[in-house]
Nanobody, 122 residues
Framework: QAQLVESGGGLVQAGGSLRLSCAASGGFFSRYVMGWFRQAPGKEREFVAR????????YYADSVKGRFTISRDNAKNTVYLQMNSLKPEDTAVYYC???????????????WGQGTQVTVSS
């Protein structure tokens, strides 16, 4: 059973950058599709980005395309989300998730981290 722990969140001004990390343990990391999702207060959890097991394929939500980059280091069992040109509307709790299917549907992911808060001030 995979366990996921996010880190790297914080407070940043609009236009700034943050890099989130998600460390995985307890499973065969390279077999999982890894996704990042976010949830703002009063809103549903939404897809941000995903990456396949070997890191050769990525997919992004339109709202972050060109600003965020997902990557993974299977030797370190870690997935990253580099966030540039941050906007106040990016403020949310960010979650990483592991699943078997390359999809934007959060219900298809089997394992979730506890989340890390990202706050972007204007």
């Amino acid at each position: 059973q995979a366990q996921l722990v996010e880190s790297g969140g914080g407070l940043v001004q609009a236009g700034g950058s943050l890099r989130l990390s998600c460390a995985a343990s307890g499973g065969f990391f390279s077999r999982y599709v890894m996704g990042w999702f976010r949830q703002a207060p009063g809103k549903e959890r939404e897809f941000v980005a995903r990456i396949n097991g070997i890191g050769s394929s990525t997919y992004y939500a339109d709202s972050v395309k060109g600003r965020f980059t997902i990557s993974r280091d299977n030797a370190k069992n870690t997935v990253y989300l580099q966030m540039n040109s941050l906007k106040p509307e990016d403020t949310a709790v960010y979650y990483c998730a592991a699943g078997r299917v390359a999809t934007a549907n959060p219900e298809s992911y089997d394992y979730w981290g506890q989340g890390t808060q990202v706050t972007v001030s204007s």
